[in-house]
């Protein structure tokens, strides 16, 4: 009887919702008719307050006057809620239909309270510590006035010369969709519409980390066969796990730009994968199509209208030329009415309808923004972001009582704590390594000297120095710096360099052809392993770097990135042994640039290299292996890890059956400690040329000293699909072969069939 009455109550709140949901979207549809075609247009307009906000205005007065008439849908770059109440004000009372403004902004790895660079977040593999970081963010954000996220970039790059690889998840479709999916649901969770919760945005659609040569917005041409295996899954787990919007790419896709690219956006994205929220160009990227060689603005706006995009950022090629477009026929009002409905409909979603203030409420900053729980995650995340790159005599942790030679010029620096697109995060309200290594080992004997500049390059300096200073050049010359250095080493026991790459030496624009750290430190770090003193590299940086040199020094290396607000207490707690590093690598370190493009899923070829020496008319090089410095899942721990009895139930896979693959992995050493167990897979024969491994699972597991877990991985036939020629997903039968292991660059583990 209970039960009964629970079910009507439970089906009749399913009527009221989906009522309330018809009523939505009925509304919109209502405003749709009352539009004129100017205003549908507006909609389509995504701007930038402009000059004012200094001043305390929120938006310049020609701004101001565009959101009056109706020229604005949304705004990015305003934050504060009395701001945004300010600007929600003037579209809601000010204008004639009164539509509120989307708010947007790049909330990339964090709002104020700034998590590890993404690439370092993904070194977690942790999915639900980077889901915690995006609910942290959009907890921020919305409080802050904002209800809309230019995240998660899930572009795979395999070539670290791309400053931008620092803003992705690494090279990996697999693990780059698990990370994408835990992202869209972070920022999203249940309900867009949710006081603390924004809509995300899957960018850059599509192919941007594939720019030729690493060279930022350059031209990308692949094959499709590419594109659906390795670098399309993680925007669609993006889409599948209901994103609300998607950014197109600066990029061209099979010669046509993407924001103007039909295929890209409707018939990919909307068709093939069921898309129905709203897409957006990148800043300008309508515009960029002029210098692509599409045409003139009026040709290129309508090219990206007709393709499927909605929102023009920022160019305003839509909002000074799509009435004339449709007024000569080039397109219809039809066309400009769907992208005003998809752009009304993600108002709507985030209930900006029932309340345009919703995101306006001037309690919430104080209490959400950068809380003490918040930067307990980012030191939390920071510190599981850290992958110990190489492990020398145990030097590592340090004792807390140590004494101590803290050198470098990252190693009492705010300025390049937060790293890349942190444009919201504050660089003072960091902690510096040096203070959190006295935060977390006072009895420690620190003594501190910079010891040389991050690069002397005056020029390189100027370049990298636009956002702020990043690359301080010192007045003192650099053999003082070094002189003072090694004084400071002398009384020590052990040396800790915090060197590497300044937060804009990787981002946007900030590709670099030389990816190894600047001379200026490699000298120091050669001078201070030349005392003979234990050294411990604490390397900064937003991309894979070229270390072969200081990988054969007697040196311990902990790659730190670049770690967020939390920098220096994350760091400490890693150095003193609070907690264990457990990173692993997301993207491939190379040798050198050489060998980029650089990853692990390699395809045999027909003349591989058979081990790591030469052999002439095989595809190798005369000058270097083909194995990278550093392969992608690598990273150490301060313990040991032993694999053993590593199997497989049965040799046979059968459609909609599955077989499990089984380890167990045993902390040899002293201390509890955890470990990321990855399972690869290879197709041995199929109709297109499989990759040499794939990522297919992994697990990460914590280990007492001593202790031992059985890991279970289930394949089923659907885990060995793949897009074959004809872009049809399958799996074919045939032999497979699996390794279970630490790292890619593992040895075959055994092998099973997949029997029709
Ligand atoms: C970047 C985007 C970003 C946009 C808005 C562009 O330059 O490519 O990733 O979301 O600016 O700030």
Do not use: C
């Amino acid at each position: 009887m209970k039960r009964i009455n629970v079910s009507v109550i439970i089906l009749l709140l399913m009527g009221l919702s989906s009522l309330h949901a018809q009523d939505r979207i009925q509304e919109v549809e209502d405003l749709l008719e009352k539009m004129t075609l100017e205003e549908k247009i507006g909609q389509l307009n995504l701007i930038t307050p402009g000059g004012g906000v200094a001043t305390g205005a929120v938006v310049s007065e020609d701004v101001e006057a565009k959101i009056k008439e109706g020229n604005v849908g949304g705004l990015f770059g305003a934050s504060g809620p009395d701001k945004i109440r300010q600007a929600q004000d003037l579209a809601v009372k000010e204008s004639r239909l009164g539509i509120p403004l989307i708010i947007g902004s790049d909330v990339i790895h964090g709002y104020k309270t700034t998590f590890p660079i993404p690439l370092g977040l993904s070194s977690s593999w942790d999915l639900d510590l980077i889901e915690q970081t995006a609910q942290v963010a959009a907890k921020e954000a919305t409080a802050d006035g904002i209800n809309w996220n230019f995240s998660p970039m899930v572009d795979i790059a395999r070539d670290p010369r791309w400053g931008r690889i620092a803003e992705g998840a690494g090279e990996d479709a697999f693990l780059g969709s698990k990370i994408a999916e835990a992202m869209v649901k972070g920022y999203q969770q249940d309900d867009m519409s949710a006081e603390h919760t924004m809509m995300a945005t899957v960018k850059h659609m599509a192919l941007y980390g594939a720019s030729e040569a690493g060279r930022d917005y350059n031209s990308v041409d692949m094959s499709k066969i590419r594109m659906y295996n390795e670098y399309l899954p993680p925007y669609k787990a993006a889409v599948d796990a209901g994103v609300g919007s998607v950014m197109t790419s600066f990029n061209d896709v099979f010669g046509v730009p993407a924001t103007g690219n039909k295929w890209l956006l409707t018939d990919l994205l909307r068709e093939e994968w069921g898309f129905d929220g709203f897409v957006t160009s990148d800043y300008t990227s309508v515009n960029e199509m002029i210098a692509h060689g599409m045409g003139d603005l009026k040709a290129v706006s309508a090219l990206a209208l007709k393709a499927g995009l909605d929102m023009d950022m920022v160019g305003e090629g839509f909002l000074t030329t799509l009435k004339e477009s449709v007024e000569d026929g080039t397109l219809t009002e039809e066309q400009i009415t769907t992208a005003t409905r998809r752009v009304l409909e993600a108002k709507h979603k985030l209930g900006l309808f029932e309340d345009p203030y919703r995101y306006s409420d001037e309690s919430r900053p104080e209490k959400d923004i950068l809380s003490e729980e918040n930067r307990e995650l980012a030191r939390k995340a920071a510190a599981r972001s850290f992958v110990l790159l190489k492990k020398h005599e145990n030097t590592l942790p340090l004792a807390k009582d140590a004494k101590i030679a803290l050198i470098g010029p990252l190693a009492d620096n705010k300025n390049n704590m937060l790293g890349t697109w942190a444009p919201t995060g504050d660089p003072q309200l960091s902690i510096p390594i040096l203070e959190g290594m006295k935060n977390v080992a006072p009895n420690a004997e620190i003594s501190y000297a910079k010891g040389s500049n991050i690069s002397d390059d005056k020029d390189f300096a100027e370049k990298v120095n636009v956002f702020g200073s990043r690359i301080e050049i010192s007045e003192e010359s650099p053999e003082e710096l070094l002189e003072e250095a090694l004084e400071t080493a002398e009384d020590a026991e052990v040396i800790v360099a915090v060197v590497g790459e300044a937060t804009e030496m990787s981002g946007e624009s900030a590709s670099r052809t030389d990816i190894t750290i600047p001379d200026s430190q490699k000298k120091l770090i050669r001078e201070l392993t030349a005392t003979g003193k234990p050294v411990v590299l604490a390397l900064m940086s937003g991309r894979p770097l070229d270390i072969s040199e200081e990988m054969d020094l007697p040196v311990s290396i902990l790659q730190i990135w670049h770690p967020g607000v939390e920098a220096g207490n994350a760091v400490a707690d890693v150095i003193f042994g609070d907690y264990n590093p457990s990173g692993k690598l997301t993207a491939t370190w190379p040798r050198n640039v050489g060998q980029i493009p650089i990853y692990y899923g390699v395809k045999n070829t027909g003349r591989p290299q058979a081990t790591e020496e030469f052999e002439k008319f095989k595809s190798n090089y005369l000058d270097v292996s083909n194995s990278p410095l550093l392969p992608f899942g690598h990273g150490l721990s301060y313990t040991e890890f032993e694999y053993s009895d590593i199997k497989i139930d049965s040799e046979t896979l059968i459609e909609d059956g599955e077989v499990i693959i089984s380890a167990t992995i045993t902390n040899a050493g002293d201390i509890a400690g955890e470990e990321i167990v990855q399972l690869y897979t290879h197709d041995k024969v199929r109709s297109i040329t499989p990759p040499l491994k794939e990522l297919k699972g992994f697990e990460k597991i914590k280990l007492e000293s001593g202790a031992s877990k059985t890991v279970e991985f289930i394949i089923t036939t659907d885990d060995l699909k793949f897009y074959n020629a004809d872009l049809e997903y399958v799996f074919e039968p045939g032999e497979f072969d699996f390794f279970v292991g630490a790292s890619s660059a593992i040895e075959k583990s055994g092998s099973f069939s997949i029997k029709k």
